[in-house]
C-alpha cells in the first residue's frame, strides 16, 4: 500500500507541522518497519510511545524533503519463564529517516538514514 501525507503536506508551513506529521505517521503504520530496521539494541521496536524532531526541511516545486529524528523504545522479549534470567526492561533506541512528499497529491517515501 502507496504512502500518502496530504494533512503533513497541508501543514508544512503551520507551527503544528511536527505534529500533524507524526500522527500521520502512526495512523498509517508506515513507522512500523522503519523502527524494526533501525533496532540497535533489541529486538523488537515499540511503537506506542515514539517521539518525532524534525532536524530539517527543504522545499522544491513539486516536493518537500524532511529529515527526522526518532526516539522510541524496543525489548528483547524472553520466555516470560520463571527462571529467565532476560527482564523485559526497554531500551532506548534513535533513527532518522528521510521522507520525501509529493505536492500535488501526498505520496510519500521514507528512507531509513544509515549513521
Known amino acids: 500500500m502507496p ?5 503533513t503536506c497541508a501543514a508544512w508551513t503551520r507551527p503544528d507541522f511536527q505534529s500533524v506529521l507524526l500522527a500521520e ?13 533501525g533496532i540497535t539494541r533489541g529486538s523488537h521496536a ?5 517521539s518525532l524532531m524534525v532536524l530539517r526541511r527543504n ?5 518537500l524533503r524532511v529529515k527526522a529524528g526518532l526516539s522510541y523504545f ?3 522479549p524472553g520466555c516470560a519463564c520463571e527462571a529467565d534470567p532476560t527482564p523485559m526492561s526497554e531500551l532506548p ?3 532518522e529517516l528521510q521522507i520525501d512528499i509529493q505536492r500535488a497529491d501526498g505520496a ?5 538514514l544509515e549513521e
Open 3 to 7: 504512502l500518502a501525507l496530504p494533512a
Open 25 to 37: 505517521l502512526q495512523q498509517s503504520g508506515a513507522l512500523v518497519l522503519a523502527l524494526q530496521r
Open 46 to 50: 515499540l511503537t506506542d510511545n515514539v
Open 59 to 63: 522545499e522544491s516545486a513539486d516536493g
Open 74 to 76: 524496543s525489548i528483547i
Open 93 to 95: 533506541e534513535y533513527v
Open 108 to 112: 510519500a517515501t521514507l528512507h531509513l
